[in-house]
């Protein structure tokens, strides 16, 4: 029966402050998608990097006049490294055909140039990308060496990039939220106005403080999970239109743009627990601001 009150009276309040009410679902909505799009993104990154990150490798380039001897300490330096998963020697003749193959479209690129003028190298395989600029300062210099260059600048300017945004979008969506909470205690605000009388009455037949609030308490947790639940479904919606119709126009975006349903299914529980969290924040500046019981 107090159940069925409390479910009674919450709704009741919802339907009288209808317009104020759909203003707190939508901005608890727009500022919980934001936060959705942070985890989104932070997904995305998260899976293009790791994508690149494999593919990360130094390479070494090495002098026309290096020795067979300068060759083979250089290999066995890099293979002795805990930080190398595999070293593999390229030809003058191995590394023309790789730039034929590169530039197959171009020929005007490789049809006059002789099959030796690109420089012999070693391909060095990382076991984690990050090494990529430790064993390329350590190669460089050495015997039969002209440069080592590594594709870890790339991913760190990534993941600034990615950083930036993910701090930017955090931020609006903290302030939106903000500005929810503050809606929701205004709707509760004038949910409290406009039965005061009834209010004063329930105090003097002996009604408990929480028996009076937890009405209101209801009323902001449901606006804002229904923004949630808004939010939520327009995540799953993106997941499913979008995100897998990327992957299958851009195949070699598949794997970015592929989330698993655990990763999905994590969002929207983070959308909820902060909805619900909104809701009762705005509830409890509401009522402990306007309603003294």
């Known amino acids: 029966m107090r159940l069925r009150y409390f479910l009674s009276e919450t709704f009741t309040n919802l339907r009288r402050n209808l317009l104020m009410s759909i203003a707190a679902v939508s901005t608890v909505a727009i500022s919980l998608l934001l936060l959705g799009g942070v985890q989104i993104l932070g997904m995305v990154v998260g899976n293009m990097t790791r994508s690149w990150e494999a593919k990360v490798e130094v390479r070494v380039f090495l002098l026309n006049d290096i020795t067979e001897g300068e060759l083979q300490e250089l290999e066995t330096t890099l293979t002795n490294l805990d930080q190398v998963r595999d070293v593999q020697y390229v030809s003058k003749q191995a590394a023309f055909e790789e730039f034929k193959e590169q530039y197959a479209d171009q020929p005007e690129f490789y049809e006059n140039l002789p099959e030796d003028s690109l420089p012999a190298s070693l391909d060095v395989k990382l076991t984690d990308a990050k090494h990529s600029e430790p064993v390329a300062t350590l190669v460089n210099g050495a015997p039969g060496v002209d440069e080592a260059k590594f594709g870890g600048d790339l991913i760190?300017?990534?993941?600034?990039?990615?950083?930036?945004?993910?701090?930017?979008?955090?931020?609006?969506?903290l302030v939106l939220m903000i500005a929810s909470a503050a809606l929701i205690a205004n709707t509760i605000r004038v949910a409290i106005y406009a039965r005061r009388d009834e209010i004063g009455i329930m105090k003097l037949v002996g009604a408990t403080n929480w028996f009076i609030r937890v009405p209101f308490m209801m009323e902001g947790v449901f606006a804002a999970l229904v923004g949630a639940l808004i939010a939520g479904g327009i995540v799953l919606l993106a997941n499913a239109v979008l995100f897998s119709r990327m992957g299958e126009a851009l195949p070699f975006?598949?794997?970015?743009?592929?989330?698993?349903?655990?990763?999905?299914?994590?969002?929207?529980?983070?959308?909820a627990g902060v909805g619900a969290a909104v809701g009762l924040v705005g509830s409890s500046m509401a009522l402990r601001r306007f309603l003294e019981v």
């Open 253 to 271: 975006l598949a794997s970015v743009f592929s989330f698993s349903s655990g990763e999905i299914a994590s969002i929207l529980l983070i959308l």
């Open 156 to 173: 760190r300017r990534l993941l600034k990039v990615n950083s930036l945004l993910r701090t930017i979008t955090f931020v609006m969506s």
